[in-house]
């Protein structure tokens, strides 16, 4: 019966907040250069270049030196593209791939592996990074300017319910084990 309320309770569906697609390119600017073009050409957007921070001078790394580029999508863009970078993943995932807040990432070797993105020979072979943050309706209270609220455990993500959450709606075969 519990579980019963729980499942028609609108607040506790899970939705796809946002995906981030992410190449790290290190000081390599033509790398740089290649992941800025991959990612437009996957999702038809200017991507942001990260910079770094802090001084690390056995990397050859200053503050102000773009090392990689990532975009962020939200909404129905967000969980079409997905559709297909899974499908990239063939529909597989590992458990280590989940967060304890019900996120996960995962990687894309070869982006020739995406449906509807072909090889350019200016990009050559190329990865890369996915991460998916899932939400609940109410999340934006700990957010929020003015009055943020923390959120009670119980509204959190399990790293269980997002498993369940990709194979119900994004059709994922198998979260596999390390064995």
Known sequence: MKDNKKSQNPMRNIRVEKITLNVGAGKDEEKLKRGVKLLKKI?????????????????????????GCKITLRGKKAEELLKRLLNAREYKLKIKQFDHQGNFSFGI???????????????????????????????????????PKRLPSRHNI??????????????????????
């Open 109 to 147: 070797p070869e982006y020739v592996d995406i449906l509807g993105v072909d090889y350019d020979p200016e990009i050559k072979i190329m990865g890369l990074e996915v991460a998916v943050t899932l939400e609940r309706p109410g999340f934006h209270i700990k957010k929020r300017k003015v009055n």
């Open 158 to 179: 399990t790293a269980q319910e997002a498993m369940n959450f990709v194979k119900e709606n994004f059709g994922v075969k198998e979260v596999e084990d390390e064995a």
């Open 43 to 67: 999702t038809g957007i200017e991507p942001l270049k990260t910079v770094t921070n802090k001084r690390i001078p056995n990397w050859a790394l200053r503050p102000g030196l773009s090392i």
